[in-house]
């Protein structure tokens, strides 16, 4: 049913409204593009929400954090909304599903476990979670980590689980000297190893990251920004000088670099 000029004249709406709305965009008098879609077609759109989820998390902005959380939901809604016309699960299958979960591996608070500190809480949460999904061994725990995960973060998190048995540098320091370690192989291995080393390398150095203490993609990320943000002002530098970036050589643009940093330093 078309939504009434009463409900599109509403100064707020509710979780409900998202859901009649959806279901009109998805109905035979609603929009061909919304009506042609199915999970597979969604599937990219919900990792791009994800994603500009977590870049308006970072700007700070609440009203663009609010607005990317609403694209977010969508995806949600719009993946129900088709499981619901085929039968599969609803919207409401969706939601008990999740208010189950919570209850059953927060079991420090709804059950017999204690948990009097975050790291608590959290072991309570893996030993739940592994409960459910029916993993027998701690390879069972690594190997769920999805293989979709950006790899950084998925080194990352497979490290994390094999820490939790145990199955870690004592000292960020051994990190360290496995990277130095995967270097030096790196440099021996022949062209048909080189791919290889040069992962083994790259896990290493998220392990030395994870060790004292940072998450390696929001450190890669910080510097990459940072890399844009530099490379913006040496841009600026050169046409101040009447150049084009792309018209110096290597050392002329190096120079331009270290004058960069070095105003970076001036402005701490």
């Not at 530099?230 to 084009?244: H, V, W, Y």
Request: with cysteine; aromatic share 8%; proline share 3%.
């Amino acid at each position: 049913m078309k939504p009434d000029r009463q409900f599109l004249e509403k100064e707020s709406f509710t979780f409900a409204d998202v859901v009649t709305l959806m279901a009109y965009l998805r109905s035979d008098t609603g929009c061909p593009w919304d009506r042609k879609q199915d999970h597979m077609s969604l599937r990219q759109n919900l990792i791009e929400e994800a994603y500009e989820g977590i870049d308006a998390i970072l700007s700070g902005d609440p009203a663009r954090i609010a607005d990317e959380m609403g694209d977010v939901l969508m995806q949600v809604v719009f993946h129900a909304q088709i499981g619901s016309e085929a039968g599969t699960f609803s919207i409401e299958d969706v939601t008990t599903g999740l208010c189950k979960k919570l209850i059953r591996r927060h079991t420090h608070l709804f059950g017999t476990d204690a948990a009097n500190s975050e790291k608590d809480a959290l072991r309570t949460w893996e030993k739940n979670k592994k409960t459910e999904k029916g993993h027998v061994t701690d390879t069972d725990v690594l190997a769920d980590v999805p293989r979709a995960l950006p790899a950084l973060t998925r080194a990352y998190k497979v490290q994390k689980k094999a820490a939790s048995v145990g199955f870690d540098w004592p000292e960020a320091s051994g990190a360290k000297e496995k990277i130095l370690e995967e270097l030096g192989e790196i440099a021996a291995a022949g062209p048909a190893e080189k791919e290889e080393e040069a992962g083994d390398f790259l896990f290493a150095v998220v392990n030395y990251v994870r060790l004292l203490g940072f998450e390696p993609e929001v450190a890669l990320s910080r510097s990459t920004e940072k890399f844009i943000h530099r490379f913006r002002q040496m841009e600026g530098l050169a046409d101040e000088q009447g150049s084009a970036l792309s018209s110096l050589d290597l050392a002329a643009m190096d120079k331009l670099w270290e004058r960069v940093k070095q105003q970076e330093h001036y402005e701490d």
